[in-house]
């Protein structure tokens, strides 16, 4: 589930059409964090903070995804929530197995 925002607006309409979408489902290697984005439900939450704000459409419906700064820095702000994420995974996974063996 992608959440956007854009100077603090909930950007509501043409979800598919947006940069943190487009981002989140083609160019994030989910696999490499260890997690199945078609199964686990992660939520990503991404607010664009700006006095220009390249919005598309007629009634600034979404953030068109055609300026690589912004896709850039998306990706690069996605990218460093899945490795904290990862790493949290991999702490809590590594718990509950030293669980299971003194559980034995």
Not at 28 to 41: A, E, F, L, M, T
Request: include cysteine; hydrophobic fraction near 35%.
């Amino acid at each position: 589930t992608v959440v956007r925002f854009a100077n603090r607006i909930p950007l509501l309409f043409e979800g598919g059409a947006d940069v943190a979408t487009r981002v989140a489902n083609s160019k994030i290697k989910w696999s490499s964090y260890k997690i199945d984005h078609k199964r686990d439900k992660i939520g990503v939450f991404v607010s664009i903070v700006s006095t220009k704000v390249p919005f598309k459409g007629t009634g600034k419906e979404y953030i068109g995804d055609d300026i690589t700064e912004i896709q850039q820095s998306v990706k690069r702000a996605l990218q460093g929530c899945c490795q904290q994420l990862r790493a949290h995974l991999a702490k809590r996974n590594a718990l509950r197995d030293v669980k299971e063996r003194k559980s034995r």
